[in-house]
């Protein structure tokens, strides 16, 4: 099962904040092409630092931010094609489409221990996977020859790969952001794909349409401060392991260098 921290740039946070609705939408555009645009929504004069916040969303081996399921991910574009397929009259590729959606759901599904949040404008007591997140400025956000000057160290910081880095130095020089994220819950979402797979092979395909839209209207979208992001129990891990691996290597150099002392 793969995942990465899969933060996609500024054109997507409109969607996002969106809802459901809104993920759709941008769900269908990025079927027919690969890059998201968002100028007519953002104007020139911030162009710079928006092209910063956009390269600090980009995905990093840094795993203090919120991680996101590929898995998920995938599966929820799958339902889409699906849905598009039975709209075509493309039965066969609608029944492909949502098996292979299953498939990824499932896989999804067993990642819940490791990151899986329980969510703010959800159900409560229901664990929901990150599947897809941006980082978005303030409203009240000005260009200013001061924020400028932090625009270009988080870039620097993102050429080097740190994106927790950079957007520390977004927040730290009082440049609003804050990380939405569409959020699914995989164990009803199974449920709703397993029952559109037996409706599709039935031959019923607006009920299975129905089923696959209920996969997409349990989505969610949430939003935090970069000081509440939820915790997600494989980052703590990664956090722990790390800081336990450090700790060992300072031992070791102090050992060593105790070693050297006496010879």
Do not use: C
């Amino acid at each position: 099962m793969e995942r990465s921290k899969k933060f996609l740039a500024l054109a997507l946070s409109s969607a996002l904040i969106a809802g459901p609705a809104g993920f759709e939408m941008a769900s269908a555009a990025t079927t027919n092409s690969n890059s998201n645009s968002g100028g007519s929504a953002i104007q020139s004069s911030q162009s710079q630092s928006n092209d910063a916040v956009s390269q600090t969303t980009a995905s990093s081996t840094d795993k203090e931010l919120l991680t996101t399921v590929d898995d998920a991910y995938t599966a929820m574009r799958e339902v889409r094609a699906a849905r598009l397929a039975i709209f075509d009259g493309n039965t066969d590729m609608a029944r492909k489409m949502t098996k292979d959606a299953t498939a990824k759901m499932q896989a999804a599904e067993k990642a819940e221990s490791q990151w899986g949040v329980p969510s703010k404008a959800g159900t409560k007591g229901v664990t929901y996977l990150p599947f897809d997140s941006s980082i978005a400025l303030g409203e009240s956000f000005t260009v200013t020859p001061e924020n400028q000057k932090a625009v270009g160290k988080a870039n620097q910081q993102m050429a080097n790969g740190n994106a927790k880095a950079a957007a520390k130095t977004l927040k730290d020089n009082d440049i609003d952001v804050s990380i939405s994220a569409a959020l699914v819950p995989a164990k009803s979402s199974l449920t709703h794909l397993q029952d559109a797979s037996k409706l599709i092979k039935s031959g019923n395909y607006y009920e299975a349409n129905l089923a696959l839209k209920g996969v997409e209207d349990s989505v969610v979208i949430d939003q935090w401060g970069l000081d509440n992001l939820p915790q997600q129990a494989g980052n703590a891990a990664n956090a722990s392991a790390n800081a336990s691996g450090s700790t060992q290597m300072q031992q070791k150099s102090q050992q060593s260098g105790k070693s050297a002392s006496k010879d």
